[in-house]
């Protein structure tokens, strides 16, 4: 099974800074993956599909781009409601698997 | 309005069984697969499995094959999971989620119901 690691763990920013979550997928993915934002008590929001496409609804600020085995997420001018915890995931037909997630702080 | 909401949540001893549901709206739903994905408390997001549209074709993660199985019921817009031989590290709460694209089950989650809490505990 094809696993992904998120880095870092955690993450700590203030408003207006500009964050870069990393996954690395254990084999090559072509470009599907997708990344989530949970807020605490929420559901799982849907950012990014296809590594880099922009979720409809989702601000400019976020933005993905990788392929293979190397992914970023990056949000360039955070805002208070950013941060949460950030998922990057990969999907086939069979398997939709999960990395371990990223915790951005204040 | 896309709508999802899961039921049948609650408090299980181990060795117990528990059905969930997640009744649909809002979209034609036997056109889309529809997954379980689950998140122990304090811990990350973990997909459990995968239906297609049509219910014909299921996909599992490998520490619940055998022990889960997910259905669902076109005629009723309704999603299960049937649980089986619960263990204390099935405590979690299981979200429904739908299927980004009606072609195929290689797509992420773009709807999410606001889950439902299973604890099995003695």
């Known amino acids: 099974a094809i696993q992904l690691t998120q880095s870092p763990s955690s993450l700590s920013a203030s408003v207006g800074d500009t964050v870069t979550i990393t996954c690395r997928a254990s084999q090559g993915i072509s470009s599907a993956l997708a990344w989530y934002q949970q807020i605490p008590g929420k559901a799982p929001k849907l950012l990014i599909y296809?590594?880099?496409s922009l979720e409809s609804g989702v601000p400019s600020r976020f933005s993905g781009s990788g392929s293979g085995t190397d992914f970023t997420l990056t949000i360039s001018s955070l805002q208070p409601e950013d941060f949460a915890t950030y998922y990057c995931?990969?999907?086939?037909?069979?398997?939709?698997?999960f990395g371990q997630g990223t915790k951005l702080e204040i | 309005e896309v709508q999802l909401l899961e039921s049948g949540g609650g408090l299980v001893q181990p060795g117990g069984s528990l059905r969930l549901s997640c009744g649909a709206s809002?979209?034609?739903?036997?056109?889309?697969?529809m997954s379980w994905v689950r998140q122990a408390p304090g811990k990350g997001l973990e997909w459990v499995s995968t239906?297609?549209?049509?219910?014909?074709?299921?996909y599992y993660e490998d520490s619940v094959k055998g022990q889960f199985t997910i259905s669902r019921d076109n005629s009723k817009n309704t999603l299960y999971l049937q649980m089986n031989s619960l263990r204390a590290d099935d405590t979690a709460i299981y979200y429904c989620a739908k299927i980004y694209s009606a072609l195929t089950t290689a797509n992420p989650h773009d709807y999410w119901g606001q889950g439902t809490l299973v604890t099995v505990s003695s």
């Open positions: 239906i297609s549209g049509s219910g014909g074709r299921t």
């Open positions: 296809e590594a880099s």
């Open positions: 995931q990969h999907f086939n037909s069979y398997s939709h698997s």
């Open positions: 809002g979209f034609s739903f036997s056109r889309y697969a």
